[in-house]
Nanobody, 129 residues
C-alpha cells in the first residue's frame, strides 16, 4: 500500500507560481521500483485530466500540451516526495490537483487516470485574474 498526501495548493494571481508536493508513505520510492508518479487535475464540471508524470527513476517525464513549458515535475526518492512546479499560471489552471502512483512498471508514462492505483486527497489551486 502507498499513501499519498498533497500540499502546496492555494490562491495565486495570474502569472504567478506555486509548488505542489506529494509525500508518499508505505511502500517507499527507494525500496521498491514502482511505476510512474503523476499529477492529474479536475476542474468543476470537467473530467479528471493528466497534467504531468515521471518515471520511478526520474529519467523520463511527460506533460500535457496545456502545461508544457510552464510546469515541471520532479521527484526526490530519498524524501519520498514528488513535486510539481507551476509557473505562469492561468485561470484555466484552476482545479483540484491530485497526486497518483502506478504500481506497475510500464514502458511509458500513462495518461489515463484509470491506470493509476493510488491517489491522494487532492489540493486546490485557484488562479485569480
Amino acid at each position: 500500500q502507498v499513501q499519498l498526501v498533497e500540499s502546496g495548493g492555494g490562491l495565486v494571481q495570474v502569472g504567478g507560481s506555486l509548488r505542489l508536493s506529494c509525500a508518499a508513505s508505505g511502500r517507499t520510492f527507494s525500496s521498491y521500483a514502482m511505476g510512474s508518479m503523476a499529477w492529474f487535475r479536475q476542474a468543476p464540471g470537467k473530467e479528471r485530466e493528466f497534467v504531468a508524470g515521471i518515471t520511478w527513476s526520474g529519467g523520463s517525464t511527460r506533460y500535457a500540451d496545456s502545461v508544457k513549458g510552464r510546469f515541471t515535475i520532479s521527484r526526490d526518492n530519498a524524501k519520498n516526495t514528488v513535486y510539481l512546479y507551476m509557473h505562469v499560471l492561468k485561470p484555466e489552471d484552476t482545479a483540484v490537483y491530485y497526486c497518483t502512483a502506478d504500481s506497475v512498471l510500464r514502458a511509458t508514462i500513462e495518461t489515463q487516470w484509470a491506470t493509476y492505483d493510488y491517489w491522494g486527497q487532492g489540493t486546490q489551486v485557484t488562479v485569480s485574474s
